[in-house]
């Protein structure tokens, strides 16, 4: 059983709420994809690895304080789960909490809709606003353009490449390094 309550987030069109225990079976679907791991290190999951990934996720939400939000996000007209997006806060411990990191991935049929750019648009405004963030980062391989945009449209800055600075299966790619601060968001969204 689940012991706190999820963090929500709504915008126009998409729910965004953190990962439960009855996720696991759609998470999976997502995971197993091989075109959600095609720009990932990781092969696709199997069912057992996606029930570990989601108790894991479950106990760190339920930490104080919370140090990773693992967003399922719905459609909302449809009520369908159509992708994740994650924040988790301070990688390294002399960022004293202080800088946060986000990734996604979608289920192919919702690319090219706008809705992983609404996702993390609004994932990066609660990061600021209410978790008081001074940073967020991300970063993706440099052949992964679809991403770069999302990065982009959601006011991300492309901060360096990490050359050679990724594996996937056997092959070194460069990485993309992106980031947004506090002070770059307009006022209003903060």
């Known amino acids: 059983m689940d012991k706190k309550i999820s963090t929500i987030i709504e915008t126009d069109r998409l729910l965004l709420r953190t990962a439960t225990y009855q996720d696991t079976q759609s ?8 075109e959600s791991s095609h720009y990932e290190y990781w092969e696709p999951i199997d069912l057992a690895k996606a029930n570990r990934l989601v108790r894991r996720w479950v106990r760190n939400q339920q930490k104080h304080p919370c140090s990773a939000y693992h967003f399922v ?54 990061a600021f ?18 991403s770069a945009r999302v990065l982009e449209k959601s006011g991300f800055r492309l901060e360096g490449c990490r050359r050679q600075g990724f594996l996937i299966g056997q092959k070194w790619h460069d990485f993309m390094v992106y980031g947004i601060l506090r002070k770059d968001m307009a006022p209003s969204q903060t």
């Open 27 to 34: 998470i999976y679907q997502l995971y197993s994809l091989p």
């Open 73 to 126: 996000v719905f459609l909302k007209a449809k009520e369908l789960m159509i992708g994740m997006c994650g924040l988790e806060i301070g990688f390294n411990p002399s960022e004293a909490g202080q800088i946060g990191h986000v990734g996604y991935r979608y289920f192919p049929e919702s690319w090219g809709n706008g809705y992983a750019t609404e996702a993390l648009s609004s994932v990066v405004e609660f």
């Open 129 to 146: 606003s209410q978790l008081s963030l001074h940073k967020v980062e991300s970063g993706c391989v440099k052949e992964n353009s679809a």
